[in-house]
């Protein structure tokens, strides 16, 4: 059992920059990995980045590459997730996710959607042009 709640979201111009933030509860946050999901109106929900669950390890869908930066804090049970040189496709409600088990290894970042079992309630991003 996990709880997650996301913060951070809301409305800026193309270029700027925001930082999202998922506070997690109700299990022991550093023994899991961690993601980052988004979903733009009329489209599927997308992968968008992960972490291991020591924060040594990440990884990121191709067009959020350089742009994006994924991390954790473990002593405050706190996912983040920085975004810079926002696009106005960059909007979206983004959702922060965690595995249903504890992950095996200090590596695993998982990227698809069936490998998360509980999600926070979003936060809305908008980028205006």
């Known amino acids: 059992q996990v709880q997650l709640v996301e913060s951070g979201g809301g409305l800026v111009q193309a270029g700027d920059s925001l930082r999202l933030s998922c506070a997690a509860s109700?299990?022991?946050?550093?023994?899991?990995?961690m993601g980052w999901f988004r979903q733009a109106p009329g489209k599927e929900r997308a992968f968008v980045a992960a972490?291991?669950?020591?924060?040594?390890?990440?990884y990121y869908t191709d067009v959020v590459k350089g742009r994006f930066t994924i991390s954790r804090d473990n002593t405050k049970n706190t996912l983040y997730l920085q975004m810079n040189s926002l696009r106005p496709d960059d909007t979206a409600v983004y959702y922060c996710?965690?595995?249903?088990?504890?992950?095996?290894?200090?590596?695993?970042?998982?990227?698809?959607?069936?490998?998360?079992?509980?999600w926070g309630q979003g936060t809305r991003v908008t980028v205006s042009s």
């Open positions: 972490i291991s669950k020591s924060g040594g390890t990440t």
């Open positions: 109700g299990r022991t946050f550093s023994s899991y990995a």
């Open positions: 996710a965690a595995p249903k088990y504890e992950s095996g290894s200090d590596t695993y970042t998982p990227s698809r959607r069936w490998r998360y079992d509980y």
